[in-house]
């Protein structure tokens, strides 16, 4: 009688602005428990372009440090993404399949507008429909804050139904600027899971509240 092994959840996981595939698996191994990270396969990928100026997080960890894209000063413009897109499919193709996305700020940003520009047929078309996302202190292309690339003009155009997770600062938190953005993104999704996280621009360690939230969005994405 052959047992069926469960199959943890694989996400591909993008690390925010001028960090690196490496400091983000460093900060979740640091901050979230086993009993989280137990039951996802993680996979962590360098975004594609060297950082082209200051990291933040300088001083904290080591480089080399990684941007996905570039833009202007005010958000209005941007440039590479098209060719960042390509780099994530490609390497999606060539290590998938992959069932989810996770990112942090930059890579949340991406990760969140993935799913409509897939079901537009503008990126990801070569590869399995992207099921879920967890989103880290993200924000929306098109958003009060940011313009937005051509390919995702669309991104948000209707309700994106894919499950989506979001860790997100409250209004009453600290200093986060993708605040508003974060809290603007959930409007676009369908039924999102919310995590309030008070400690700003970071990975949040998860409270008790926070644990049952990621363990209750987890056992509904198992069920896929």
Same mark, same amino acid.
């Given at each position: 009688?052959?047992?069926?092994?469960?199959?943890?959840?694989?996400?591909?996981?993008?690390?925010?602005?001028r960090t690196s595939a490496e400091i983000l698996r460093k900060q979740l191994l640091r901050r979230w428990p086993e009993t989280v990270l137990g039951k996802l396969d993680l996979v962590f990928i360098d975004g594609p372009y060297p950082g082209q100026?200051?990291?933040?997080?300088?001083?904290?960890?080591?480089?080399?440090?990684?941007?996905?894209?570039?833009?202007?000063?005010?958000?209005?413009?941007?440039?590479?993404?098209?060719?960042?897109?390509?780099?994530?499919?490609?390497?999606?193709?060539?290590?998938?399949?992959?069932?989810?996305?996770?990112?942090?700020?930059?890579?949340?940003?991406?990760?969140?507008?993935?799913?409509?520009?897939?079901?537009?047929?503008?990126?990801?078309?070569?590869?399995?429909?992207?099921?879920?996302?967890?989103?880290?202190?993200?924000?929306?292309?098109?958003?009060?804050?940011?313009?937005?690339?051509?390919?995702?003009?669309?991104?948000?155009?209707?309700?994106?139904?894919?499950?989506?997770?979001? *860790?997100?600062? /409250?209004?009453?938190?600290?200093?986060?600027? %993708?605040? @508003?953005? $974060?809290?603007?993104?959930?409007? =676009? #999704?369908?039924?999102?899971?919310? *995590?309030?996280? /008070?400690?700003?621009?970071?990975?949040?360690? %998860?409270? @008790?509240? $926070?644990?049952?939230?990621?363990? =209750? #969005?987890?056992?509904?994405?198992?069920?896929?």
């Open positions: 009688m052959e047992t069926q092994i469960q199959k943890k959840p694989r996400f591909l996981c993008l690390h925010g602005f100026g200051k990291s933040d997080v300088e001083g904290f960890y080591d480089p080399p440090y990684y941007e996905w894209f570039q833009f202007s000063e005010d958000f209005q413009e941007y440039y590479n993404f098209e060719e960042c897109l390509a780099y994530i499919e490609d390497y999606m193709i060539k290590h998938g399949p992959f069932d989810g996305l996770m990112g942090f700020s930059q890579g949340a940003i991406i990760s969140a507008a993935l799913p409509g520009m897939q079901s537009e047929g503008v990126a990801l078309t070569k590869v399995p429909k992207i099921k879920y996302v967890i989103i880290l202190s993200g924000g929306k292309f098109g958003g009060s804050m940011f313009g937005s690339p051509k390919l995702a003009v669309n991104a948000f155009s209707s309700p994106v139904k894919c499950p989506s997770l979001h *860790i997100i600062v /409250p209004f009453t938190g600290e200093a986060d600027f %993708l605040k @508003e953005p $974060g809290i603007e993104l959930l409007e =676009s #999704f369908v039924d999102p899971f919310v *995590i309030l996280h /008070p400690k700003g621009h970071t990975i949040a360690r %998860l409270d @008790e509240k $926070g644990l049952k939230t990621m363990l =209750s #969005f987890i056992e509904k994405i198992d069920k896929m």
